[in-house]
């Protein structure tokens, strides 16, 4: 069986272990752990949630921002259950029509414009990939809310913040403090740094596998 066999065999059919051999078999079960992490780290069925779903007045989410129904939809993403995982969503796809997560399709595409050019997150995402590198107070803060979104632990980012057990776990409260009060602007940066690693994750997993199975 070819490493792309592998692949979809273990995405739409359950495993047959009596007609693979023992590699095979550890190539299956690796890709199946990545299929259900990816469902519950980054899977769609925050949809179900949506507000927007199912709401009868669905076109004011298209709605000019002179209207009123523009104001609305602005109004119901406000208390979203699933507003972060929406904005992932709309920045992750490049979405730049209509309200998304709270924001409007000019502001994502203000911010995919700019996002690539900020030091700030390039100064993160070196930190998050182990590397000792100098960060502000509120670099720290966003640094420990991505790891939380990317799902990595604290044994990783605390040492490369040069911190123990008990200072990381005071920064993770601090974190979420401030996530009430953080501009909308920044947090949807920070959900675009942790899509994009998360995808650079997978891609080495994926590099891994499909080398074992070759
Ligand atoms: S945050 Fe997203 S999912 Fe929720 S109502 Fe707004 S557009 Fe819909």
């Known amino acids: 069986m070819n490493a792309t066999v592998h692949v979809l065999y273990a995405t739409v059919h359950e495993p047959e272990p009596d007609t693979l051999d023992e590699p095979e078999i550890d190539v299956v079960r690796e890709l199946e752990t990545a299929f259900v992490s990816g469902l519950a780290r980054g899977s769609q069925y925050w949809r179900l949630k949506a ?26 993403c406000g208390s979203c259950p699933v507003r972060s995982e929406c904005l992932d969503d ?22 995919l414009t700019h996002r ?48 123990g ?11 979420d403090k401030q996530l009430t009060t ?9 959900i675009a740094l942790a899509d994009e690693l998360r995808a650079e994750l997978h891609q080495e997993f994926t590099t891994v596998t499909l080398a074992a199975a070759a």
């Open 90 to 111: 709309a920045v992750a796809c490049r979405t730049t029509e209509g309200i998304r997560g709270g924001l409007t399709g000019e502001e994502i595409a203000l911010l």
């Open 165 to 175: 057990y008990k200072a990381a776990a005071k920064r993770r409260r601090e974190a």
């Open 51 to 76: 507000l927007c779903a199912r709401d009868a007045q669905a076109d004011d989410w298209f709605a000019p921002p002179r209207l009123a129904g523009h104001r609305r939809a602005l109004a119901v």
């Open 182 to 190: 953080i501009p909308k602007r920044d947090l949807v940066e920070e």
């Open 116 to 163: 690539k050019d900020d030091r700030r997150f390039d100064q993160i995402k070196l930190v998050l990939q182990g590397e000792l590198v100098p960060l502000t107070s509120p670099e720290k803060r966003a640094t420990v809310r991505i790891t939380q979104l990317v799902g990595i632990g604290w044994e990783v980012w605390a040492p490369a913040m040069g911190i």
